[in-house]
């Protein structure tokens, strides 16, 4: 038997930021993270590794603010040792209903701290539009840059299809290397005592005051008593929820990621993370249709699919490589060690890419095999995260981080550290396991008013 002060379970990128900010920040003493695996892997090691300060909820945008902050102290003391660049996002639309929803959307968030709206109508006296160096990051760009008008969505994307109408450039946004990060945060945590247990949990020890330990497999270590655990497992949190005797409404989705070869260089280099924002009808020949509606498991791939596919460059100046991603199918699914892929999945992806991008249909006929992996988002209903105390004394959660754990990783471990010390801020409420006991709100999210327009 051991014990510790803090008992972290999980070694992804949320329990690693919880003990770097338990032991380096706040100079917690003896911080165990427990986990059966490798640091930084199960689903940390499969993100976008992408960042953004444009959330349209006050609290993921006061949340996100303060954790891309935090990420931008830690570039600046580390010599950005994790490659952290300003490149944006850009958001596309090809109706005049999508722009004028752009533009809503972009005003309300505008005033939530993310900085301002620069609109853009392809006239002389517009503002500056910003150019900085690509991937590189400069941390006075904040706000975002919308434009309503075609020809200048067309002269700065030439390669979008011809139909776009509007864009949103949001700045305060790019990608870092998620794994480089983890190892920093890591690093740092170990030099200031925190200790890698190897074991699966087994089971939460409960007696009259609340936690009072946990039980290990698979380890030299059986037992570690401690008063206080902050459970970060990433996709194991059903079953970490189950061992602690608490119900949550968690479920899993399995989200791809499409490592693709651009051999052809359709797409320029100097890109941010560009996200067509319509939904998206494909392109098939009279053969393919026929076949697709004689598979009732395809069937659906002839309607119109969600909006949000998306692509960003990936590997620096020298690369021709890219990421493709789009959730066409993101049904709550099991969680398994070794997630399936569906041998057609990499072309639907690229056909949506040819939606936006329309030169990238010449891949169709001349693709080599792309690289498919992925991982999963666990998540709530309103795709909110989980963090704070729960009903049982000494038990916290950080967790339900969905597909924003890199980015949100930090800011949510300052979170955690604000609840253990009795002082977190007004607004974290919205993101703690609490929200789940009033009835009121459960009733609204699950006729789908509470997590409306949150992404």
């Known amino acids: 038997m051991e014990t510790a002060g803090v008992v972290v379970c999980g070694a992804g990128i949320g329990g690693i930021a919880a003990a770097h900010e338990l032991a380096v920040v706040g100079g917690v003493s003896d911080v ?137 450039h949001a700045r305060r946004c790019g990608w870092v290397s998620a794994q480089q ?29 609340g936690v009072s330990g946990v039980r290990l497999a698979g380890g030299a270590v059986e037992r570690i008593a401690t008063r206080r655990v902050v459970a970060a497992p990433g996709p194991g949190l059903p079953e970490v929820l189950r ?20 051999v052809l260089g359709v797409l320029p280099r100097h890109l941010p993370l560009v996200i067509w924002n319509d939904p998206v009808t494909l392109e098939w020949s009279d053969e393919e249709r026929r076949d697709l509606e004689a598979d009732p498991a395809l069937a659906f791939l002839l309607g119109p699919l969600p909006p949000a596919v998306h692509f960003r460059p990936e590997g620096g100046e020298g690369s021709r490589k890219l990421l493709l991603l789009w959730a066409f199918d993101a049904a709550p699914v099991p969680v398994v060690d070794e997630p399936v892929f569906a041998p057609w999945l990499a072309e639907v992806v690229v056909r949506g890419v040819a939606r936006m991008v329309p030169g990238f249909a010449v891949y169709l006929e001349r693709m080599r095999r792309p690289f498919v992996d992925g991982g999963y988002y666990t998540k709530v209903g309103d795709n909110r995260p989980l963090v704070g105390p729960t009903e049982l004394p000494g038990f916290h959660l950080l967790a339900g981080l969905s597909g924003y754990g890199i980015m949100v990783a930090m800011g949510a471990a300052e979170l955690l550290a604000a609840h253990l010390a009795g002082t977190p801020p007004a607004w974290a409420r919205d993101v703690a396991p609490e929200r789940f006991a009033d009835a009121a709100y459960v009733a609204r999210l699950a006729a789908g008013a509470a997590g409306a327009g949150q992404l």
Request: charged share 25%.
């Open 32 to 168: 165990v993270i427990v986990d059966d695996r490798p640091p930084l892997t199960v689903t940390s090691d499969k993100s976008t590794e992408c960042y953004r300060d444009w959330w349209p909820q006050p609290a993921m945008a006061a949340l996100m603010g303060r954790s891309i902050t935090r990420l931008e102290e830690l570039a600046e003391a580390t010599g950005n040792a994790f490659a952290m660049n300003r490149n944006g996002y850009a958001y596309v639309t090809a109706t005049a209903e999508g722009a004028a929803a752009l533009a809503a959307s972009a005003e309300r968030t505008a005033t939530l701290g993310s900085g301002p709206l620069r609109v853009h109508g392809g006239e002389s006296g517009d503002p500056a539009w910003p150019e900085t160096p690509w991937e590189k990051l400069d941390t006075t760009l904040r706000g975002a840059d919308l434009t309503l008008d075609p020809a200048t969505v067309r002269a700065r994307f030439p390669f979008i299809a011809a139909d776009a109408q509007a864009m949103l």
């Open 181 to 209: 990060l983890g190892m920093v945060l890591l690093e740092r945590a170990r030099e200031a005592g925190v200790r890698l247990v190897h074991g699966r949990l087994v089971d939460v020890e409960r007696d009259g005051a």
């Open 243 to 262: 061992l602690a005797g608490l119900e949550l409404p968690v479920f899993s989705e399995l989200h791809a990621k499409v490592t693709f070869d651009d």
